[in-house]
């Protein structure tokens, strides 16, 4: 073990007489940036208003088609989620997010758990929120879905929380891209670089393995900068 004290004068260096030292660490489930009432300088608008605010900066905005592309991400993520491998996703991720969720599932592989949502079914979809922003536009999709929900020791596979019961939850996930952006004809959905075409390979921090732009940045592509459970959004 490494000696705590000064091997000149013998001072016991973490007792905290001389300088800020770190006395306990608790662990805490990320779910991404605080929500924010706007966005670098930006401005939230009603939910027809703020689509329609986006559309005439991209004429190609398509509300439907950006509900489609969020459904797959909402499927693919909590499929990723259940495997605890949340790289199979990364696409549709901002770095943030990305690194708190390969946190988290590294826990539940550490505790030999596993979160299963068996039965998954997305009953709606529906943007709730727009944040026209100064330097990126947030938009928020409101999820209905229902499932069972419950975790495994993957051990034993006994059931050591939740049920397996289906149930009706929401969560609310807010999709991020920077102002100015377009929609592309082929995306990260697709898996294809938004800024180059090839085919989506990126490293651990979002860049294309081809072009090497910041494809999960929101520079080109909308992604997932934030989940709330719904008594999250209720109290924010």
Excluded at 32 to 57: M, V
Excluded at 129 to 154: L, N, P
């Amino acid at each position: 073990m490494r000696s705590t004290h000064c091997s000149f004068c013998g001072a016991d260096f973490t007792s905290g007489r001389y300088d800020w030292v770190v006395s306990a660490a608790v662990t805490s489930w990320f779910v991404g940036a605080p929500r924010l009432t706007t966005a670098f300088g930006g401005e939230e608008l009603g939910r027809d208003a703020g689509i329609a605010a986006i559309a005439a900066d991209d004429s190609a905005f398509d509300e439907a088609a950006f509900l489609d592309r969020a459904r797959t991400g909402f499927m693919t993520l909590q499929h990723a989620w259940q495997e605890r491998d949340v790289d199979p996703a990364r696409a549709f991720m901002s770095p943030g997010l990305y690194l708190g969720w390969s946190s988290q599932v590294r826990q539940l592989i550490d505790l030999h758990k596993r979160n299963l949502l068996d039965g998954l079914l997305i009953d709606d979809a529906q943007i709730v929120r727009v944040v026209h922003g100064g330097a990126t536009d947030d938009v928020t999709v409101r999820f209905a879905a229902e499932s069972a929900d419950y975790e495994i020791d993957d051990r034993s596979g006994r059931k050591v929380f939740g049920s397996r019961r289906l149930s009706d939850w929401v969560e609310y996930w807010t999709f991020q891209r920077s102002r100015g952006a377009r929609t592309v004809a082929a995306g990260i959905a697709d898996k294809v670089c938004p800024n180059c075409g090839a085919p989506l390979s990126i490293n651990q921090i979002g860049d294309c393995a081809y072009c090497g732009a910041a494809v999960t940045s929101g520079r080109f592509d909308w992604v997932l900068s934030r989940i709330e459970q719904e008594e999250e959004w209720a109290a924010a």
